[in-house]
């Protein structure tokens, strides 16, 4: 049976993404930084009858919580298939770039990019052992530099010092890992799920949780002729689905 790590899954998107990957039959590590939040969205899944998910207490912020994750993770299975980077933060809402503090732009890379790359390391001896792994980072469209300075784009005005490049270098990132990997079964992907209802935003977001989860999910199932080192958006390119970086 496949095997499935996502970080920040003890609701929203990477909970959804969770349910969906169940569904096609992995058995899902449901990490989550607060062990009893995981417990109880495991148990909620399980009730569902969908009872291949373990809830993994997992802080991407936090060195000694992600070794640990590691080792528990290590002593349940010999390999991991997928491993889906969601856990992130926004950092507020206004983020003037001569106005928020070095102390939010420092929080919000802790998670958003330092994190992935912590866990990431972290587990890639498990992902090497599976035959065809997948590595999603969850990104957003507004990490897109390209279209950041195209005054036509409809979040143009949507500017910010700490989460908007903190998804552009999350982007950079995956580009980074992807040539890394090229020479392997590996596929690197980032996906921006859409502009989503979720605690994340106030549910501001006109999308549902269902439908990003399905995005990321998507990318966690592609198969061996499929594409690695993509930015997939649907909200950026609705024609293409693959935004410019
Ligand atoms: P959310 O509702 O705020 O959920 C975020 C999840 O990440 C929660 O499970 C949260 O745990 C977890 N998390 C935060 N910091 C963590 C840490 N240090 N270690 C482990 N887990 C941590 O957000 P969401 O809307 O589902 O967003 C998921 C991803 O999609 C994020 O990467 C976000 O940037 C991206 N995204 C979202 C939207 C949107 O419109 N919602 C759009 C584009 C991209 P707690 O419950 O403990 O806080």
């Known amino acids: 049976m496949k095997t499935a790590l996502i970080t920040g899954a003890n609701k929203s998107i990477g909970f959804e993404a969770a349910r969906q990957l169940l569904q096609n039959g992995y058995t899902v590590y449901l990490g989550s930084r607060d062990l009893q939040k995981g417990q109880q969205a495991a148990q909620q899944l399980y009730a569902e009858g969908l009872t291949q998910v373990e ?69 890639i001896d498990l992902l090497r052992q599976s035959p065809a792994p997948r590595i999603v980072n969850v990104t957003s469209g507004l990490g897109s530099l390209t279209l950041h300075n195209d005054p036509s784009w409809k979040y143009y005005p949507v500017k910010g010092a700490a989460y908007q490049p903190s998804k552009a270098a999350l982007n950079a990132y995956t580009i980074m890992l992807a040539y890394e990997l090229r020479d392997t079964p590996f596929k690197v992907n ?55 970086w």
């Open 55 to 123: 809830p993994l207490q997992l802080d991407v912020t936090n060195s000694a919580s992600i070794a640990a994750a590691r080792q528990a993770l290590g002593q349940k299975t010999q390999a991991l298939d997928v491993l889906i980077n969601n856990a992130g933060i926004l950092g507020g809402m206004m983020q003037p770039p001569l106005g928020t503090s070095i102390g939010t732009i420092r929080e919000v890379f802790d998670t958003n990019v330092f994190g992935v790359i912590e866990v990431t390391q972290a587990f």
């Open 190 to 244: 980032a996906v921006d799920p859409g502009y989503t209802a979720t605690d994340f935003n106030h549910h501001s977001g006109p999308g549902s949780v269902t439908d990003a989860a399905a995005r990321v999910v998507k990318a966690a199932l592609i198969g061996p002729d499929g594409p690695t080192s993509q930015f997939f958006s649907d909200d950026n390119a609705p024609e293409t689905g693959v935004s410019p």
